[in-house]
C-alpha cells in the first residue's frame, strides 16, 4: 500500500479531512455532519473549519455507525480508499460496538414481504381498515 502525501502542514480543516478519508461523499455533506453535531473532536463539538492535528481523536456518527478513530495522518486530496484507510485507525471497541450493533439489527429484520398482495389480501385489508 503507498502511504498519503505528507502534508507539511501540522493542521488541517475538519470537514476537509473527513471527506479526504472518505467518512462523506463530499466537502459539503461532512460540513453539514459537523455543524450537525455528529462528528466530535477530543470529545467537545466543533465547527467544520476547526483545524485537526496527528493523534486526535474523532467520533464520527454515519449511516454505517458510529466511528471512533485516531487521527493518524493528513491529507489534502481524497485518494483511493486503500489510501484513506491509512489516515485513520479505529479503535477496538468502536469495531466491537459497530459489530453488535450491526449484529442486533439483524435480529430484529422485519418480517419479509412475499410480493404484492392478492386480491384476496387487498381485500382483508380494506376491512380492517373500514373496521368491518
Do not use: C
Request: glycine content about 6%; charged content about 30%.
Amino acid at each position: 500500500m503507498t502511504q498519503p502525501a505528507p502534508l507539511t502542514e501540522a493542521r488541517f480543516r475538519l470537514d476537509k479531512w473527513l471527506w479526504a478519508a472518505r467518512f462523506f461523499k463530499t466537502r459539503p455533506l461532512a460540513t453539514e455532519a459537523v455543524v450537525g453535531g455528529k462528528v466530535h473532536l477530543n470529545g467537545a463539538r466543533t465547527k467544520p473549519g476547526h483545524e485537526t492535528n496527528i493523534g486526535d481523536t474523532l467520533s464520527v456518527r454515519t449511516e454505517a455507525g458510529l466511528f471512533v478513530v485516531l487521527v493518524r495522518a493528513l491529507s489534502n486530496r481524497r485518494g483511493p480508499a486503500r489510501e484513506a484507510v491509512l489516515l485513520y485507525e479505529e479503535t477496538a471497541q468502536s469495531q466491537k460496538d459497530r459489530a453488535a450493533a450491526v449484529m442486533a439489527s439483524k435480529t430484529q429484520s422485519l418480517p419479509v414481504s412475499t410480493g404484492r398482495p392478492s386480491k384476496k389480501d387487498r381485500r382483508a385489508l380494506t376491512r380492517l381498515r373500514d373496521g368491518e
